[in-house]
């Protein structure tokens, strides 16, 4: 029998430090190797893209300004545009909740040699949600399987099995949950109100949901045990840190390219000739 799920008995977010930087000596170390994984980067979604065969979907998890935009707009500068797509998922759509949870993502997943990030996702469906039950009066869910006891154990099973159907079509799944400390986010909270080019960003809810810092801290671990698989592991990346946090996702993504059999296919020999 295959091995489907790597087996983590428990995740302690707590102890793993959202400022430290375990895989770098420094900060201008850690640069230097950061515009040449950017470069390696480019480099392997371009071969991607003309091998045709794989595609890479990258799905950002983490709690409110973990720095979800900021790693997207990272892997957009070692990548070509026309080979990389971004999907933002925020509050479902009237159409998006009378289907199931994975709907409204899975139309969005990426076709052969391209690349697509995912800035939230279904993940939200087994955290926020959790916080939250109530957001499921909304999703039209009947009673009878929204009030079983292991609704979303349900849910894992469903993702798990998904991202095995996606990695069966040559999708590789890099999951980072970007893990900030509590004082990090009240420091970038103060400064969205103080940085008028951030006051867009601005969100009276993100301090309202600082009061459940504890409750997601716990359904996050969950998360990161329940879906953690060989097909489509998580990785867990301090992002206290930006220039640690860009380090740690180029790394992330240049390593599992690079262990693709990925090749430039030879042009096709035709009858004419150049003159």
């Not at 428990?10 to 959202?18: A, F, G, I, T």
């Not at 900021?70 to 159409?95: C, L, M, Y």
């Not at 879906?227 to 990346?237: K, Q």
């Amino acid at each position: 029998m295959r091995k489907t799920t790597k087996k983590i008995k428990k995740v302690d977010l707590r102890k793993v430090d959202p400022g430290g930087h375990p895989l770098c000596e420094d900060k201008e170390t850690a640069q230097l190797s950061t515009s040449e994984l950017q470069k390696k980067m480019y480099d392997l979604l371009y071969l991607m893209f003309a091998h045709d065969r794989y595609s890479l979907l990258i799905v950002l998890h983490g709690i409110d300004t973990a720095g979800k935009d900021g790693t997207v707009r990272h892997i957009f500068s070692g990548a070509n545009p026309q080979g990389i797509r971004v999907f933002s998922f925020k509050k479902p759509t009237d159409e998006e909740s009378r289907h199931d949870f994975l709907w409204r993502c899975h139309r969005h997943t990426p076709e052969s040699g391209l690349a697509t990030i995912f800035n939230r996702s279904y993940y939200e469906e087994v955290t926020t949600v959790m916080v939250h039950p109530e957001y499921l009066d909304g999703q039209r869910i009947p009673d009878e399987l929204k009030n079983r006891p292991d609704f979303f154990e349900r849910r894992y099973e469903s993702i798990n099995a998904f991202e095995k159907l996606l990695s069966e079509k040559g999708t590789v799944v890099i999951k980072l949950f970007l893990h900030i400390s509590k004082d990090e986010q009240k420091k970038r909270i103060k400064e969205r109100l103080s940085n008028r080019s951030k006051n867009w960003k601005f969100s009276a809810a993100d301090i309202k949901e600082r009061r459940y810092w504890d409750r997601y801290m716990d359904v996050f671990e969950k998360m990161l045990v329940k879906t953690n698989t060989s097909y489509a592991p998580w990785t867990v990346v301090p992002a206290d840190d930006k220039w640690y946090r860009d380090y740690v996702v180029s790394k992330t993504i240049v390593e599992r390219l690079e262990r693709l059999a990925m090749t430039f296919p030879k042009a096709k020999r035709q009858s004419l000739s150049l003159r």
